[in-house]
């Protein structure tokens, strides 16, 4: 029989009139399939590296990393095998199971390919889950990234199409969809979300999750950024994403894409307790873990631990972990796939 749940013809004006719910309402919907679809308590964890930074040509305004900016950031080549997988290491002693590597590139050389392979294959053997981020790919680069055992490729939409062309002039939003379109074709599974700050309207923000739920598939990981604003930038000044829109923009995605991880993502130290709290509440089940994302700052490692720890949220698997964060007091983590599948009564608090 057909999920009803998992659509890929949402429109405009379905997904609006869920955003515009009273605020209970909509985190009510989006509270009830995030239990049928996915243990409330428990997130996965990735840990970001970058593994070139800066000197992109593209102009992304909200960058720190494009040429075009006059930005504080530490250059960098692209780094060592040795360095990233010493970090990869780290990474997963503190509790990370999936390890993302981002490159400032417009797209791949054939030599840059050639070390990212290498750093996959060498991540993968540590037993992490790999991903990348590395600008537009064609075909073949994807498929010869998922033969090395490429996990994710993360290529965001960012917003909407007809705003996407006010943030970025040096490739559209059709760019964007084709390189989504080569990762999905070689087998590689699809991390794409989006940044809200960007000064963009709140239909923009339905827009985006409009096109990201009607992709053929839905992506498997849906990172929500919320802009960090970095100086020298064009988008230094702009307003700050009100906490109960960005709340609601979790919530859409949700609901949108019922068992996509939604990831709480850049934004996350500027954001209190209780706000991250009504994300994971709203269905964010996945965060950037590591006191650094590329070049700015993350949440701390150690208020990281404290708040997962209030919240009694476990981590997701990495049974090799020496440093799991997770509590003493509480009960052994289940598996997802002990969790059960229907739970039609939201008031039912979730079966231990
Ligand atoms: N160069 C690659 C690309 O553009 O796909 C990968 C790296 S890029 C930093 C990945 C994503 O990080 C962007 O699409 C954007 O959503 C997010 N991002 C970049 N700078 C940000 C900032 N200052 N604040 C919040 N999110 C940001
Ligand atoms: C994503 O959506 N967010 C991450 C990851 N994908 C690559 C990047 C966040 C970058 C934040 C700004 C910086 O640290 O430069
Ligand atoms: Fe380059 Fe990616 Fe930054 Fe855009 S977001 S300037 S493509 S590193």
Known sequence: MKNLD?????????????????????????????????????????????IKTGGCPEDCKYCSQSIRYDT????????PLSDIIKQAKDAKESGATRFCMGAAWRNLTKSNLAKVKEMVKEVKDLGLETCVTLGMLSGTQAEELK?????????????????YKKVVTTRTYQDRLDTLKHVRDAGVKVCSGGILGLGEENIDRVKLIQVLANLEVHPESVPINRLVKVEGTPYFDNFDVDEFDFIRVIALARIAMPKAYVRLSAGRDAMNDQMQALCFFAG???????????????????????????LKINTMGNSNSSEKIESDELPTEKKLKDIPVAINNIQKPHAS
């Open 6 to 50: 998992i659509k890929n013809d949402w429109t405009v004006l379905e997904l609006q009139k869920l955003y515009d719910l009273p605020f209970n309402d909509l985190l009510w919907k989006s509270h009830e399939l995030h239990r049928k679809y996915h243990n409330p308590n428990e997130i996965q964890i990735s840990t970001l590296m970058s």
């Open 72 to 79: 504080d950031i530490n250059l960098e080549k692209t780094l």
């Open 147 to 163: 033969e090395v055992g490429l996990d994710y490729y993360n290529h965001n939409l960012d917003t909407s199409e007809e705003y």
């Open 284 to 310: 964010a089940n996945s965060i950037f873990y590591g006191e650094e994302l590329l070049t700015t700052k993350n949440s701390t490692i150690d208020h990281d631990r404290k708040l997962l720890k209030k």
